[in-house]
């Protein structure tokens, strides 16, 4: 029996019983064939692949590193965001009030002494180490397949 038989008398059954879209997404993943797949059935100007060397470290198209990277920017806005809630910042050193002759209160306010304070919360919060980043970038490609 030649492989076009074989290919041919395996189609046949699927049809036989009724194999629906998710249970085919099932074998092919079972099969090992998934990349293989949406390699040959997405346009390769669609295909974005992360190299390092000569080694595909990931392949993405165009929409899944669109979703990607938003998923990224999105978890980075909450880490700052939680970081600077929870920073304390002592807003004391930053404000100056001075009475005037005049009985006028001046304000003045060091608003570069913000910035560099709620810079240094959100890189505290925020861990840009290999592994760290890395651990990350595995945990939203996980979390993207599950959906």
């Given at each position: 029996m030649t492989n076009q038989n074989i290919a041919d008398s395996i189609i046949k059954l699927l049809f036989e ?63 700052a965001t939680e970081a600077v809630k929870n920073a304390g910042i002592d807003f004391d050193d930053m404000v ?52």
């Open positions: 019983v009724g194999v629906d879209g998710e249970t085919m997404e099932y074998i092919i993943d079972k099969l090992g064939m998934r990349d293989q797949m949406i390699k040959q059935l997405t346009p390769q100007d669609d295909i974005v692949e992360l190299e390092r060397g000569e080694e595909v470290m990931a392949s993405f198209t165009r929409q899944q590193l669109i979703e990607y990277t938003r998923e990224i920017q999105e978890r980075c806005k909450l880490a100056e009030l001075e009475l005037d002759y005049d009985k006028q209160i001046s304000v003045e306010f060091d608003e570069d002494s913000l910035y560099r304070e709620i810079e240094c919360v959100i890189d505290d919060a925020v861990e840009t180490d290999d592994d760290s980043v890395f651990d990350e970038a595995t945990n939203v490609i996980t979390f993207m397949s599950k959906r």
